[in-house]
């Protein structure tokens, strides 16, 4: 069963609007969770995170807004550049039940910012 | 900066074959993890380890070992590769739970 679910497998915006990229959890034991983005042939880089006891982080452009009750957390990218296209991975952290450390990961997303 | 270092960076592997992935770090971190990154599935995680000298089982262990026997080094060992294993492989480590990860640059395997 996927814990952390990105069901937007791709988004196409136009350079200059707002980017928002959706994330649902389901593992309530999640307490820490981050956005990496991730260019062809590259690893992926961190992006930006949220505590569990946040509701919103912000860092320049990149705001990750997290809804605790509705297990949600989104990320808007404002502006959007054409340096954005990649893909966009959602994250978290937390004791997952089956014993196993390190992050858990969605599907990732593949952002598009038309010229 | 190097930050995380993989070896190769790409390899063609024989079915039945044995090879080991490298992976070493100079942040000093003490946890290390691998993942596999597959197309549709997005980054599982094969195996962690929270310590030198700890290593524990992830989302996607078999067909896979590893061992740390220092702080820099975390290499993946695949004892009798299967074809199942073409992956996109990613070392990672961070300063603990909670902490931000900070991935190499991949190593692509093909196993024929």
């Known amino acids: 069963d996927q814990q952390v679910k990105q069901n937007s497998p791709s988004l196409s915006v136009q350079e200059g609007r707002i980017s928002i990229l959706n994330c649902d959890y389901t593992?309530?034991?999640?307490?820490?969770f981050l956005w990496y983005k991730k260019y062809p042939a590259e690893g992926p880089t961190f992006l930006i995170s949220?505590?569990?006891?946040?509701d919103k982080n912000e860092d320049g452009r990149f705001t990750v807004f997290l809804n605790k009750s509705a297990k949600h957390l989104s990320l808007h990218i404002v502006p959007s550049q054409p340096g954005d296209s990649a893909v966009y991975f959602c994250?978290?952290?937390?004791?997952?039940?089956?014993?196993?450390?390190?992050?858990?990961f969605g599907k990732g997303t593949h952002l598009i910012i038309q010229p | 900066t190097a930050g995380i270092t993989q070896a190769p960076t790409s390899q063609i592997l024989a079915a039945g074959r044995s090879m080991t992935l490298r992976c070493t770090q100079d942040?000093?971190?003490?946890?290390m993890y691998w993942y596999r990154q597959d197309l549709g599935l997005g980054l599982r995680l094969i195996h962690y380890?929270?310590?030198?000298?700890?290593?524990g089982k992830g989302e996607v262990p078999d067909g896979y070992s590893v061992s740390r026997a220092n702080t820099d080094d975390f290499p993946l060992t695949l004892a009798s590769a299967v074809p199942s294993q073409t992956s996109v492989y990613f070392c990672?480590?961070?300063?603990?739970?909670?902490?931000?990860?900070?991935f190499g640059q991949g190593t692509r395997l093909t196993v024929v």
């Open positions: 990672a480590s961070s300063d603990g739970r909670g902490q931000k990860a900070f």
């Open positions: 593992n309530s034991m999640f307490d820490y």
């Open positions: 949220i505590s569990s006891i946040k």
């Open positions: 994250a978290a952290s937390g004791y997952s039940g089956g014993g196993a450390d390190g992050l858990t």
């Open positions: 942040m000093r971190h003490n946890a």
């Open positions: 380890s929270n310590t030198a000298g700890t290593t």
